[in-house]
């Protein structure tokens, strides 16, 4: 029996994660980068209050001296600070530039593309099925390539991008909130810096300034750490393999907001990539219960 309140946090993380690009359609033509600015800038502002006055729910500021303990585990978050922003900006990248549908597809992919960084930087085997899985996946990929004419590039960046961070934070160890928080906290002077920048050279910041446009600014770092809770706590009262499907929420809800609310449409050839691609999910997530049984002794 699944816990209750875990299905309801596991469900309302990706789908509060997929309404996000009408939040950002809500800040009109502003400029892509200052999006993600504010994005670390508030993330970080949130989580160091959670983390000062929450201790039971991050673990404190021990559980940050902690994971600052070594020089790998400083290295690790300056490679996942710098791979979760270039994750960001492609995102706000693809919203601006209405390709949402290649956002959605990439996180798509980016599971079983982790399965393969798994294979490549953690030595992680992979059964047969895996790898028909993956070769499924690879056909979507190479026929969306075909009618494009090259590289989904934006698709592939986003699942490379989050492919690698979540390898590498695996790797680490670390607790989700307690890592999201560093990585923003790295972010913060920098964020600062360029809001000075963009100040100094008489540009308004805050999205043009006003107290709509400071409270949007805010809000990004709310809808930024409520659905990392949320996930957080899903995660941790439900199987891997549930929590797992229950992400593909947030690349469904991408492709409802692309088709309803920004009216844009899907061309048959492409339906027939995200075909492909929902197939060798399918094939993955079905045989994995049966894969384990297999290895595990008898």
Not at 61 to 66: E, I
Not at 146 to 155: F, H
């Amino acid at each position: 029996m699944l816990n209750a309140r875990g299905l309801v946090c596991a469900v309302l993380a990706p789908l509060l994660w997929g309404f996000v690009p009408i939040y950002i359609s809500l800040l009109g033509e502003a400029d892509g980068l200052e999006i993600v600015v504010h994005r670390a800038l508030w993330s970080g502002v949130i989580l160091l209050v959670l983390v000062i006055l929450a201790p039971s729910l991050t673990g404190g500021l021990r559980a940050v001296r902690t994971a600052l303990s070594t020089s790998r585990l400083r290295l690790g978050f300056a490679l996942t600070c710098g791979l979760v922003t270039f994750n960001w900006v492609i995102f706000v990248y693809a919203v601006q530039a209405r390709l949402l549908f290649e956002a959605a597809l990439g996180y798509f992919i980016y599971p079983l593309l982790t399965v393969m960084l798994g294979m490549l930087l953690l030595r992680e085997r992979l059964d047969r099925w895996a790898w028909v899985a993956i070769f499924v996946v690879f056909a979507g990929v190479a026929l969306k390539a075909a009618n494009v004419g090259g590289l989904p590039w934006v698709a592939l960046a986003l699942a490379v991008s989050f492919g690698l961070y979540g390898v590498i934070r695996k790797r680490m160890g670390i607790d989700p909130l307690i890592g999201i928080f560093i990585e923003t906290v790295m972010l913060m002077p920098l964020s600062v810096l360029y809001l000075w920048w963009q100040h100094s050279t008489g540009v308004a910041i805050f999205f043009g300034g006003g107290a709509v446009n400071v409270m949007l600014a805010i809000f990004f770092g709310v809808i930024t750490v409520v659905p990392l809770i949320l996930y957080h706590a899903g995660n941790r009262a439900l199987p891997i393999t549930v929590s797992s499907l229950l992400y593909y929420i947030n690349p469904t809800t991408h492709m409802v907001v692309g088709l309803i609310y920004f009216r844009l449409s899907i061309p048959l050839w492409e339906w027939a990539v995200f075909g492909l691609i929902w197939s060798g999910l399918v094939v993955y997530f079905s045989t994995r219960e049966r894969e384990a049984k297999r290895r595990s002794p008898a």
